[in-house]
């Protein structure tokens, strides 16, 4: 019996055909399994599972460690695929605890990092960009029907001429940097490799971070959650910053100390932030960030955007590809060790 792949009926009904001819071109068989969150297969159906892809489709309504119905229902199975070999995520990060427990077993792993690079990289510069213009002052005066222009102190600085530290420079921290480039800001990557790159001014290694953050006016945090980003930018090195500077997250909460920033933005030692990403998720009601009037908040939502969602396809497809002709695959995540 040809073993099989897993893979959403939503998926195959919209790339079914592109699928099938991927399969029809290999050196091997494969059958394709159909999942719904009500799908129910045997422990032989189980064990024959040798691919899988978590799309997005399945994931939807997941919050961080809450995993939605059909995610739980997918899980399940996956849990006890004990011959699953290579299973794809829509996910660009691979911090979660499911996808580590899973490179843990010897499952190889392949991200879509790159399909939602456009659509977070265009939210968090458009959130720098409207915090820099004092949008969010417009924004409460037209709620309260109040002219209200900005004058004297309040007018925003120039952003011609501003710096913004881009700490992780991918395929998000790219599109960052070239729209803030645009915008004449000069552009300071940080990151281990730091040989130089385009729509960045500088590339400057992680070792040198204390020495930028005191010139910054934007410290955007576009980096993986690794053990050595882990609260990288707690409070001491958020003390080092400008309070005319602000700060803009999209990576992962847990690189921030959530607490720290929150009382440097309610102090004034912080200007304001853009924050799409939470230690805890939904963020709790109780927390200070949504009452902070000099800072925006998206409900790690920056990726949302109607095309990621068949960008995410076409990395698999692609993927599923190279895997059936055993060839090296694209955003392959690293060996736990």
Same mark, same amino acid.
């Given at each position: 019996?040809?073993?099989?792949?897993?893979?959403?009926?939503?998926?195959?009904?919209?790339?079914?055909?592109?699928?099938?001819?991927?399969?029809?071109?290999?050196?091997?068989?494969?059958?394709? /399994?159909?999942?719904?969150?009500?799908?129910?297969?045997?422990?032989?159906?189980?064990?024959?599972?040798?691919?899988?892809?978590?799309?997005?489709?399945?994931?939807?309504?997941?919050?961080?460690?809450?995993?939605?119905?059909?995610?739980?229902?997918?899980?399940?199975?996956?849990?006890?695929?004990?011959?699953?070999?290579?299973?794809?995520?829509?996910?660009? +990060?691979?911090?979660?605890?499911? *996808?580590?427990?899973?490179?843990?077993?010897? /499952?190889?792993?392949?991200?879509?990092?790159?399909?939602?690079?456009?659509?977070? #990289?265009?939210?968090?510069?458009?959130?720098?960009?409207?915090?820099?213009? #004092?949008?969010?002052?417009?924004?409460?005066?037209?709620?309260?029907?109040?002219?209200?222009?900005?004058? +004297?102190?309040?007018?925003?600085?120039?952003?011609?001429?501003?710096?913004?530290?881009?700490? +992780?420079?991918?395929?998000?921290?790219?599109?960052?940097?070239?729209?803030?480039?645009?915008?004449?800001?000069?552009? /300071? !990557?940080?990151?281990?490799?730091?040989? $130089?790159? #385009?729509?960045?001014?500088?590339?400057?290694?992680?070792?040198?971070?204390?020495?930028?953050?005191?010139?910054?006016?934007?410290?955007?945090?576009?980096?993986?959650?690794?053990?050595?980003?882990?609260?990288?930018?707690?409070?001491?090195?958020?003390?080092?910053?400008?309070?005319?500077?602000?700060?803009?997250?999209?990576?992962? !909460?847990?690189?921030?100390?959530?607490?720290?920033?929150?009382?440097?933005?309610?102090? #004034?030692?912080?200007?304001?932030?853009?924050?799409? /990403?939470?230690?805890?998720? $939904?963020?709790?009601?109780?927390? $200070?960030?949504?009452?902070? $009037?000099?800072?925006?908040?998206?409900?790690?939502?920056?990726?949302?955007?109607?095309?990621? *969602?068949?960008? !995410?396809?076409?990395?698999?497809?692609?993927?599923?590809?190279?895997?059936?002709?055993?060839?090296?695959?694209?955003?392959?995540?690293?060996?736990?060790?």
């Amino acid at each position: 019996m040809p073993r099989t792949l897993l893979v959403s009926a939503k998926v195959i009904a919209e790339f079914g055909s592109r699928i099938n001819d991927i399969i029809a071109a290999a050196p091997r068989a494969m059958d394709i /399994v159909p999942f719904t969150p009500a799908l129910q297969l045997g422990p032989e159906q189980i064990a024959n599972i040798e691919a899988a892809y978590y799309s997005r489709d399945i994931w939807e309504g997941t919050e961080k460690s809450v995993l939605s119905p059909a995610a739980q229902a997918f899980w399940a199975i996956i849990d006890r695929a004990q011959n699953l070999e290579w299973m794809a995520v829509y996910s660009a +990060g691979m911090d979660q605890k499911r *996808y580590v427990d899973a490179l843990k077993r010897g /499952v190889r792993l392949t991200s879509s990092a790159g399909a939602q690079s456009e659509a977070v #990289g265009l939210a968090c510069a458009t959130g720098v960009l409207a915090l820099a213009r #004092g949008v969010p002052h417009w924004l409460n005066a037209q709620q309260r029907r109040e002219w209200s222009p900005l004058r +004297g102190r309040d007018v925003p600085p120039d952003i011609p001429g501003q710096t913004a530290v881009i700490v +992780g420079t991918g395929y998000i921290g790219s599109v960052i940097a070239r729209m803030l480039q645009a915008a004449r800001m000069k552009t /300071v !990557g940080v990151r281990r490799n730091a040989t $130089p790159a #385009g729509h960045f001014d500088q590339m400057r290694p992680p070792a040198v971070l204390d020495s930028l953050l005191p010139t910054c006016d934007w410290l955007v945090i576009a980096c993986p959650l690794a053990p050595e980003t882990r609260n990288l930018i707690d409070a001491r090195r958020l003390a080092l910053m400008k309070p005319t500077a602000g700060v803009a997250n999209i990576a992962r !909460g847990e690189i921030i100390d959530e607490t720290a920033l929150a009382e440097a933005l309610k102090a #004034g030692r912080l200007k304001h932030a853009y924050l799409d /990403v939470f230690h805890t998720e $939904p963020l709790p009601v109780e927390s $200070p960030l949504w009452d902070l $009037p000099n800072v925006l908040i998206s409900p790690h939502n920056a990726g949302a955007s109607t095309g990621t *969602y068949a960008c !995410g396809v076409e990395i698999f497809m692609q993927n599923l590809h190279n895997y059936l002709k055993a060839q090296p695959l694209t955003n392959e995540a690293a060996i736990v060790p």
